[in-house]
């Protein structure tokens, strides 16, 4: 199982992003997937996550202004990021696990990861 992120980079405070994450070894559709983020000093913070059935789940923080998808048949990820905070900035990170967690947004259990991407929203 291997997991890439690629879309990070450097916007004003209210821009976007949208972030990829391509599995490979696996088929996306059978795993529970998500993206979570990680600020120097700090554990990392479940941000949204997904099933192969049911609506994504989200973090307070970026409900109404983050948007997870899947396409199944290119084996890829998304997170689309609107709104853009400074305290969004860190590195997230793209994620799977075969089973379905009983807490989607504790990094608990999750087997697999990414090698990360940086996001920083600055003025």
């Known amino acids: 199982v291997q997991l890439v992120e690629s879309g990070g980079g450097s916007v004003q405070p209210g821009g976007s992003l949208r972030l990829s994450c391509v599995g490979s070894?696996?088929?996306?559709?059978?795993?529970?997937m998500g993206w979570f983020r990680q600020v120097p000093g700090k554990d990392l913070e479940g941000v949204a996550t997904?099933?192969?059935?049911?609506?994504?789940v989200y973090a307070d923080t970026v409900k109404g202004r983050f948007t997870l998808s899947k396409d199944n048949d290119e084996s890829t990820m998304y997170l689309q990021m609107n709104d853009l905070k400074p305290e969004d900035s860190a590195v997230y990170f793209c994620?799977?696990?075969?089973?379905?967690?009983?807490?989607?947004?504790?990094?608990?259990?999750?087997?697999?990861w990414g090698q990360g991407t940086q996001v920083t929203v600055s003025s």
């Open positions: 997904v099933g192969s059935s049911g609506a994504p």
């Open positions: 994620t799977a696990r075969r089973d379905w967690p009983r807490n989607p947004l504790v990094k608990l259990g999750y087997r697999y």
């Open positions: 070894g696996f088929r996306v559709d059978t795993y529970y």
